[in-house]
């Protein structure tokens, strides 16, 4: 997901116009905007940089296609 606003412990993300607000407590890195990050329950776990989250995100979509 995006990151589209970084606000104290709270950031506003972003997945294909689905907007929603994570909690940054355990997250390995504070994401930037702009920034991608992999959410559980709630919560950002891991900060990936654009490049990054584009390979990955492209992966998974060809994946899905034989599931």
Known sequence: MEVIEVEGEIAKVDSRGMKKEVRLDIVDRIPKVGDFVIVHAGFAI????????????????EMAKYV
């Not at 891991?46 to 979509?61: D, V």
């Open 46 to 61: 891991h900060t990936m940089e654009k490049e990054e989250a584009k390979r990955s995100l492209e992966l998974f979509y």
